[in-house]
């Protein structure tokens, strides 16, 4: 058992250093300047102690957890978790990137159950934060013009949206899931302004769950 949870918690160790829809036309030199501020809020928001905070933070939570209590269903979605990872990369090796790709959400799926088997009110209290994060960008905004960071704020306010639904009908993990995708966008606002996403959602999720890149 002992050695069991070593290997997973030095996978969710990898994992953890892993996390660290727009108007069109580039973005301007003060929105950027904008969205730098905007990212710290957020960023000061998640790593507050009542606040919440984003997917790396609830990782270390669980490692640091685990460190001292014996739980053997965390540990075994965390076993499932490097099963998957194993599989992602064997599939990416034949080249079938779909089935790898597929891996790689099912082993982040594995790791976020972790987390709320340890955590119960992880979902919540994230989404919380999200929320805190979202109020407190806008009123620093106040009326300026911003209309790429405002579109970004309202693509997560729908995140919200999404993950108090899956909340509501049970599923927890699809919950904390979207709560993360809005508290990492938030995260790398200034990439997101920067570089023009079209798909916010997918660079977003491929940033947390890119554990083995």
Known sequence: MYKRMTIALAALTFAATACSQDPTGAASSNELVLAQSSQTIADNVAASRTGGTNCEGWFRRVIDTLRTTNDPVAIAYLDSARINRDSAWAARQRGD????????????????????ELFPNAPQRTGAAVDTAVAHIEKFLGDRGAPRIRAILAHVKDLRTQAEAALTSGDKVTALALNLRGMQILHRLVEHIRDNHRDHDEVADGEMEAVDS
């Not at 082993?107 to 159950?113: E, G, I, T, Y």
């Open 97 to 116: 990137t779909a089935a790898a790709h597929a891996f790689r959400r099912a082993a982040f799926r594995d790791v976020l159950s972790a987390v709320i």
